[in-house]
Structure formats: structure tokens, C-alpha cells
Nanobody, 126 residues
Framework: QVQLVESGGGLVQAGGSLRLSCAASGRSFSSYAMGWFRQAPGKEREFVAAISRSAGNTNYEDSVKGRFTISRDNAKNTVYLQMNSLKPEDTAFYYC???????????????????WGQGTQVTVSS
């Protein structure tokens, strides 16, 4: 079992920055890949970013490339999502997720992830 708890969401003006954190417990953190997803009201949950177990590989959704950075600290059992140049369209509930399967690259599919946090709200005002 893996427990995930997100933090760091909030209200920010367009162009601003936020850093989300996701603290993991319950299983060796370095044994699973991590991902961030988001869901806006009335929309499907969508992939944002993912990082492999050793942080050697990352994946990003096209609209966040160059603005968001995913990272992890295996010593602290935490994954981060640094979000810069935020836009109103980034407004959503953000979730972190853990994928315990081995993959050559971190998955962009929500169905690949086995454990999910409760999420944190990010609101970007124009």
C-alpha cells in the first residue's frame, strides 16, 4: 500500500508560480514512478507530468512543457511539481499518483497508476 498526500495548491495570479508537493508513505518510494494529473470542472482527468523511479526520465504534457518541472527527492519520499508562468487554463484539481510497475519510461496514462492522492486545488486568476 502507498499513501499519497498533496499540498501546495492555492490561488495565484496569471504569470505566477506554485510548487506542489506529494508526500508518500507505506512502501519504498524509490520503487515506483510518480505522476501528476489534473482535472478541471466538467473535464476528464488529464496527464500533466511523470518521473521515473530514479528521476532519470520525465514526461510532460505538451501545454506545460517549459513551464512545469517535475522532480523527486527519494530521501524525503516526496515528488514535486514546480509550476511557473501559470495560466487560467491551468486551473484544476491536481493529483499525484504512484505506478508500482516497472516501465522503461514513466507512463502518461492514468490507468497505469495504482495509487492516488486526494488532490489539491490550483486556481489561476486572470
Amino acid at each position: 500500500q502507498v499513501q499519497l498526500v498533496e499540498s501546495g495548491g492555492g490561488l495565484v495570479q496569471a504569470g505566477g508560480s506554485l510548487r506542489l508537493s506529494c508526500a508518500a508513505s507505506g512502501r519504498s518510494f524509490s520503487s515506483y514512478a510518480m505522476g501528476w494529473f489534473r482535472q478541471a470542472p466538467g473535464k476528464e482527468r488529464e496527464f500533466v507530468a511523470a518521473i521515473s523511479r530514479s528521476a532519470g526520465n520525465t514526461n510532460y504534457e505538451d501545454s506545460v512543457k517549459g513551464r512545469f518541472t517535475i522532480s523527486r527527492d527519494n530521501a524525503k519520499n516526496t515528488v514535486y511539481l514546480q509550476m511557473n508562468s501559470l495560466k487560467p487554463e491551468d486551473t484544476a484539481f491536481y493529483y499525484c499518483a504512484a505506478d508500482i510497475s516497472w516501465r522503461s519510461v514513466p507512463s502518461i496514462r492514468a490507468g497505469s497508476y495504482d495509487y492516488w492522492g486526494q488532490g489539491t486545488q490550483v486556481t489561476v486568476s486572470s
